[in-house]
């Protein structure tokens, strides 16, 4: 038989039933091995359902920081017998099987060529706890014990984690390491402890933290002084707003009258939702909201409204996979299009492209800001990917010296110092026209805010000249957010190849450690990470620099390339799309692999592209 | 008809509390058709306001899309206007409000904008009850798109284009009121002596105060059988009192028969003064207000004035506990937790 041997280097999946409480457990294991100083990716893969269907939670372990996801599962932990086929089928030749030996294996479930770890979980909490949902609960923190002796976990490492998480329930202390302790012993008693397969302390996590993309992004938006925050619930962008209300709550109440500097207003949908930032927004608050797919449709009509009334708008769309109600609870980037050009009419929206948390959070402070200076929609497009997993991330940072940019707002005083007020006028040659905010002046600076064609006075018109001046003064301010919106990122001082690679979001982290396993072989791309539309000018520098440029998403039909054949004038032909679209991070491997065939008579091919390079 | 407004104005027009004459809350001319409705409420709107004395810049109009929505540009032009989405002004107006406590709120729509395309969003801000006046110009058609039957038509009516309407009528007052509307009144766009009381008593209301104002579409729907008509509403009239809206500092002189009168005192020191009550009925009772509205209508008849007002009205800032100072007016200092609290929360996820 195979026999896998690594030190921090695996993937684990645990195979959970949706609602027992395993959550916990399977973090406290990832957060053990952040602890250790390795790099750690942890990923929920769950289901639409509150209780009782399967859920997993995979674990990639990479002393290199590759945190991508990577095929090929090295260890298997099953606490789920309803999965337990798919379960014992996805582990790698010569990997462990860890299961729940309080009930003899089924055969059918015995393959030759990978190793089974029976640990009784379910009679050690039947002999150990009463009550049934202790019984139910500890059954998890058992197999993080045993995997402790397994892997090599320090235990030390764990009680600590422990001991943090309980810091204000400490009666739950003692039941908790005790289940640690059964499980650790068992293993270490009927099994050579530790695996070839196993973790070694390491110093490689430096001051990152592990947190997910929707608290970062909730985080951003305390930070970024967002006051209001209507929302409708939906799921991968619920956590976002629950975050930015815990912190808020936490943050936000005023000493002493205890009450908020903020108001989160749960919306009747996604319409309304949208409605109250704009209304909010046209009154001078901070405002944002965020949603998903579904979301993003309905709220299409109002951003058209932001977009023409000009109006700031902060959405964050965490992206899943669509369409319609699609995959809810999967990860995909399928909605760049429908974001870029939401609601009826030449409409076009800024989009910003996190690929971290670290990001997420910035992203989400800075759009604020440029809403606010552009008096347009700004969308953050995260996913479910980014959005619901944690991350290893660099810590968020804050200066304290920033203020908030409230854009182009004429105060009293600046009323009366000018000579006319005109909403809608180009006084500054940036497309950026002035706003005032109701209640500012008793007698100037009124104008009426509409959704129909104006003059630059704000005046209802139907006059064609008029309307093209007002739509062609929108490209220009469109023009002018280019050159404030964040820069894209390039991986390499200087072009190298007639090769370059494109890549936004989530889909960074697999195409870097691509870029690794193809330089492996001999081949060189140019890298560019995407963090924004309009699309900086150096892009289109990049793509014509490159004979072939490969685009990395997640989608079917190659959403990004075709924003960048639209926008830049590009030839199709150049742009050759890599997709991922099952709902599942997209891998290194993948990448490498569609590169690699993309290639015409690959080895031979490969040989000459090295040449060339 | 002239489409220009002359800008002179008589030296000594009567000047209110704070300096202004009334042409000082007066907007655009009208493009509505000679003799609608709206343009009434318009006016019973800008003498509201200037009775009042508010200043015209600390009052938001926002409207949806129809000719309802057309008239907040025929009215405070000194004031902010939102001309929004169909069906959408009461999300806009919860927003703004949520954003600027300090403002006075006046949602302008229609039958269709709020009893059709929005009636999620109407519902739902009666139930959050925003801080705001929302005046439905109810004239049972849909004017700007040429006279389709809306959803507060009368069964069985016939629209311009010959269609039967074959459903019933919502009631947006009915609703209102099974909704626990802290404020609802009704009137009609021709009884301005009735409309202008209760338009300051909606404004000083504090919470959502529904007006639905029935307002003759003379172009479409001004046919005598029509309940929204103004020979039908003339003759089917049911006040339920007459209203005398009395500012704080104010003294009431006006007195009445015993037994005659109500008096509803408001948060702010001022009242409102009822008097000719409709038997059976008292204004700070729901139910029976509910009773006595179904009562009318089985009558054939159209219940107009104030129905029902909650002086205990929570609205949405005072549920929400939100800080006393405008959300839009709160700085860096205010809402900026800073580095050093971020470098805690770094540290909760190591």
């Keep these: 038989m195979e026999h896998l041997q690594s030190v921090n280097d695996l993937v684990i999946r645990f195979a959970n039933v949706n609602g027992t409480g395993s959550a916990s457990a399977n973090n406290m294991f990832a957060k053990a091995i952040f602890r250790m100083g390795i790099p750690v990716s942890p990923k929920n893969i769950f289901p639409s359902n509150i209780q009782g269907l399967p859920t997993w939670y995979e674990v990639r372990v990479n002393e290199n920081g590759y945190l991508g996801r990577r095929d090929g599962i090295d260890v298997v932990v099953c606490v789920n017998p309803q999965s337990m086929r798919r379960d014992v089928d996805a582990v790698k030749p010569g990997g462990f099987f860890i299961y729940d030996s309080s009930k003899r294996l089924h055969p059918e479930f015995m393959r030759d060529n990978i190793h089974y770890i029976g640990i009784p979980m379910t009679e050690l909490t039947m002999q150990h706890y009463n009550d049934p949902r202790q019984r139910q609960l500890f059954k998890n923190v058992i197999y993080v014990g045993a995997l402790s002796a397994l892997l090599d976990i320090e235990m030390e490492v764990l ?111 996604e319409l309304a939702a949208m409605g109250m930032v704009i209304g909010a927004s046209w009154n ?168 129909t064609s104006k003059d630059e006075y704000a005046r209802y018109t139907e006059v064609g000249d008029a309307y093209v001046r007002n739509v062609d003064r929108l490209m220009k301010k469109f023009r002018t957010a280019s050159q404030l919106v964040p ?37 060189e791309i140019d890298a560019l990470r995407i963090t924004a539309y309009p699309f900086h000018e150096t892009i289109s520098a990049f793509i014509e620099q490159h004979e072939k440029v490969f685009v990395v998403e997640q989608n079917r039909d190659g959403q990004m390339r075709t924003l960048l054949i639209n926008e830049l004038e590009i030839s199709p032909k ?35 592209i090295k040449g060339l390079n | ?154 069964a069985g009516a016939t629209s311009k284009a010959g269609g039967i309407n074959n459903y019933p009528a919502i009631d947006l007052v009915g609703l209102a009121l099974e909704l626990e509307a802290t404020f609802v009144g009704r009137s009609f766009s021709g009884d301005k002596n009735q409309l202008v009381p209760l338009i300051k008593a909606a404004i000083s209301h504090p919470g959502f105060a529904l007006l639905d104002v029935v307002s003759p579409c003379v172009t479409f729907n001004n046919k005598p059988e029509s309940t929204k008509s103004y020979d039908y509403v003339r003759a089917h009239l049911e006040a339920t009192a007459t209203i005398d809206y009395v500012p704080e500092k104010e003294e009431i002189t006006v007195s009445y028969e015993p037994g005659m009168s109500a008096m509803v005192e408001m948060h702010d020191g001022s009242v409102i003064q009822l008097h000719k009550l409709a038997p059976n009925w008292d204004p700070c009772d729901r139910f029976s207000a509910v009773r006595r509205l179904q009562t009318a209508k089985a009558k054939g008849e159209v219940l107009t004035g104030l129905l029902y007002i909650d002086q205990n009205s929570r609205d949405m800032h005072n549920l929400e506990q939100t800080v006393d100072k405008p959300l839009n007016s709160l700085r860096e200092e205010e809402l900026c937790p800073g580095s050093g609290v971020l470098a805690r929360v770094n540290a909760d996820f190591r």
């Excluded at chain 1, 908030?404 to 940036?430: H, M």
């Design chain 1, 159 to 269: 009680h600590g984690i422990i001991n943090d998480q309980f810091r204000t329930k400490e009666k739950l202390i003692g039941p908790n390491l005790k289940a640690l302790d059964l499980g650790f012993q068992y293993a270490k008693n009927h099994y050579d402890c530790p695996l070839d397969v196993r973790l070694e302390r390491r110093d490689k996590v430096g001051d990152c933290i592990l947190i997910d993309g929707n608290t970062a992004c909730g985080l951003g938006a305390v930070y970024g002084g967002a006051t209001v925050a209507p929302w409708y619930p939906i799921t991968p962008s619920t956590s976002l707003v629950d975050a930015f209300e815990k912190y808020a709550r936490k943050f936000r109440i005023d000493p002493q009258t205890k009450k908020k500097r903020y108001a989160v207003i749960q919306a009747e949908d």
């Design chain 1, 284 to 451: 001078g608050a901070r405002a944002f909201t965020a949603t998903s797919g579904p979301g993003l449709s309905l709220m299409s009509e109002f951003l058209g409204l932001a977009y023409f009334a000009e109006i700031p708008v902060v959405l964050i769309n965490v992206q899943r996979g669509g369409p319609s109600t699609g995959m809810p609870t999967r990860t995909q980037q399928p909605d760049i299009l429908s974001a870029a050009y939401a609601s009826h009419g030449d409409t076009r929206h800024v989009l910003l492209f996190p690929s971290n948390p670290k990001e997420c959070f910035e992203h989400t402070a800075s759009a604020l800001d440029l809403a606010n200076r552009l008096q347009t929609p700004v969308i953050v497009m995260s996913d479910l990917d980014l959005g619901m997993n944690d991350h290893m991330s660099p810590p968020l940072t804050w200066d304290d010296s920033r203020t908030y940019d409230q854009g182009k707002v004429l105060s009293a005083d600046d009323l009366e110092q000018i000579e006319q007020f005109g909403r809608y006028l180009d006084v500054d040659g940036d497309g950026i026209p002035y706003r005032t905010l109701p209640g500012t002046h008793p007698t100037k600076g009124a104008y009426f805010t509409r959704g």
């Design chain 1, 487 to 523: 820069a894209p990122e390039f991986y390499q001082k200087k072009n190298q190849s007639k090769h370059g690679i494109i890549f936004f979001g989530t889909t960074t982290y697999s195409a870097l450690e691509a870029l690794d396993l193809l330089k492996e072989q001999g081949i």
């Design chain 1, 574 to 608: 150049k742009l050759t799309p890599i997709l991922n679209y099952d709902g599942m991070p997209i891998t290194a491997q993948r990448i490498e692999q569609l590169i690699l065939e993309s290639f015409p008579e690959e080895k031979m091919e490969i040989a000459a």
């Design chain 2, 1 to 154: 008809m002239t489409y220009i407004k002359p800008k002179f104005r008589h030296p000594e027009l009567p000047k209110n509390d704070i300096g202004y004459v009334k042409s000082d809350y007066e907007g655009a001319i009208s493009t509505l058709c000679a003799g609608c409705g709206h343009d009434s409420i318009s006016a019973a709107i800008v003498q509201a306001c200037f009775e009042l004395s508010i200043e015209p810049h600390r009052l938001a109009k926002l409207s949806g899309i129809g000719c309802s929505s057309k008239t907040p540009t025929y009215f405070l032009s000194n004031s902010h206007g939102f001309n929004s989405v169909h069906g959408r002004m009461p999300s806009i107006a919860t927003g703004a409000n949520m954003a600027n406590r300090d403002l006075i709120y006046l949602g302008v729509s229609g039958d269709g904008d709020s009893a059709s395309i929005g009636m999620g969003q109407f519902v739902h801000a009666i139930r959050r009850n925003v801080n705001m006046v929302y005046i439905v110009m109810n004239n049972g058609c849909y004017g700007l798109t040429k006279g389709q039957n809306s959803a507060t038509t009368d």
